[in-house]
T-cell receptor, first 110, second 112 residues
Framework: KNEVEQSPQNLTAQEGEFITINCSYSVGISALHWLQQHPGGGIVSLFMLSSGKKKHGRLIATINIQEKHSSLHITASHPRDSAVYIC????????????FGTGTRLQVFP | DTEVTQTPKHLVMGMTNKKSLKCEQH?????MYWYKQKAKKPPELMFV???????INESVPSRFSPECPNSSLLNLHLHALQPEDSALYLC???????????FGPGTRLTVL
């Protein structure tokens, strides 16, 4: 069992739909990261959070430390949101190492 | 300047070639990273440099040799690679501690 699990693995949506991607982890963490990777491209850090909720534009990330669970929400989805979304956990013992989930491949159709 | 740059974007090399990948950041970050990413997989950490010293080596084969000439530059020297080493190689930097990592666009490497 991976230390960081994501669901779903693949997700398709129509433009305008509300999207949720889930991340569960089984290890102690100092922070949880949400990353975005477009096809063939580099990785962009969307959020880093250790408690509560953060919002940036149409993206919202939440974390529940007690339940070891985080969610990434996209409101009013758009085809340009099509990408792979990866959650990754920072270990409290070595903050330079990220433990990556397997990623969620999102396709948003017009 | 808030980006990490990598050169080249694409690289094709034979198994007997020697080549180098370059990464540069001018954000004053103390930590720099090399990752390897195979298709449809998450990145795998290879090396971490902290304050220009190698702090993590994830048991990477010696045909990959990292170098950090100064606080802004990170190189990955490649020699006698195998076809299975073909992948996207990503560089990242971070202020360190509990901070996000900034990733470069990657170098897509093909070993023939």
């Amino acid at each position: 069992k991976n230390e960081v699990e994501q669901s779903p693995q693949n997700l398709t949506a129509q433009e305008g739909e509300f999207i949720t991607i889930n991340c569960s982890y089984s290890v102690g963490i100092s922070a949880l990261h949400w990353l975005q990777q477009h096809p063939g491209g580099g990785i962009v850090s969307l959020f880093m959070l250790s408690s509560g909720k953060k919002k940036h534009g149409r993206l919202i990330a939440t974390i529940n430390i007690q339940e070891k669970h985080s969610s990434l929400h996209i409101t009013a989805s758009h085809p340009r949101d099509s990408a792979v979304y990866i959650c990754a956990a920072s270990s409290p013992h070595n903050t330079d190492k990220l433990i990556f989930g397997t990623g969620t491949r999102l396709q948003v159709f017009p | 300047d808030t980006e990490v740059t990598q050169t080249p974007k694409h690289l094709v090399m034979g198994m007997t070639n020697k080549k180098s990948l370059k990464c540069e950041q001018h954000m004053g970050h103390r930590a720099m990273y090399w990752y390897k990413q195979k298709a449809k997989k998450p990145p795998e950490l290879m090396f971490v440099y902290s304050y220009e010293k190698l702090s993590i080596n994830e048991s990477v084969p010696s045909r990959f040799s990292p170098e950090c000439p100064n606080s802004s530059l990170l190189n990955l020297h490649l020699h006698a690679l195998q076809p299975e080493d073909s992948a996207l190689y990503l560089c990242a930097s971070s202020p360190g501690g509990h901070n996000e990592q900034f990733f470069g666009p990657g170098t897509r490497l093909t070993v023939l």
